[in-house]
């Protein structure tokens, strides 16, 4: 009877665990693997639900072998509370011998970066992250997905 009360402790324990929500917000949004364009801007509605605390945040691509450059420059805007701010970003995706960054499923490659911008949001409240592409083809062929990460520090 003890070690069928302890196999039941150890399972719900494991599945409690397993439950745990391993960040705070992530959402990719998926775009025209063929047309990526400028114009093209991808929105992430982020709830801060805590005063004072600190976040680390990433953006992370998936993108394929089709992607012809080594690189990708995206403009991050971000929105809410009383902040208004932008700057760019470069996200490396290939290396020099051209291999792809990041890790792969099948015939896509996920690489995530952290920002390593200080960002302010440290009152509750909502906040918009936009991501426009910044390269000078337009439109990009080879990007499959862009996402936003948030994890407390």
Known sequence: ???????????????????EQKHVYNKYEPVDTKA????????????????????????????????EFSNI???????????DTS???EIPLFKNDGKPYGE?????FTQTIPLKTNLPLYQKGDYTFTIVQLMRKDPLNGISD????VDKK
């Not at 420059?73 to 902040?83: C, P």
């Not at 862009?146 to 990460?149: K, L």
């Open 1 to 19: 009877m003890k070690t069928q009360s302890i196999f039941i402790f150890l399972i719900v324990l494991f599945i409690l665990s397993a439950c």
């Open 36 to 67: 990526l364009k400028a114009t093209d801007t991808l929105s992430f509605p982020i709830n801060i639900d805590t005063e004072n605390k600190s976040y680390q945040y990433a953006i992370s691509v998936r993108y394929s072998n089709d992607y």
């Open 73 to 83: 420059w995206l403009k991050v805007s971000i929105k809410g509370n009383q902040i």
């Open 87 to 89: 700057f760019r970003y």
């Open 104 to 108: 792969n499923s099948g015939s896509l």
């Open 146 to 149: 862009i996402g936003i990460i």
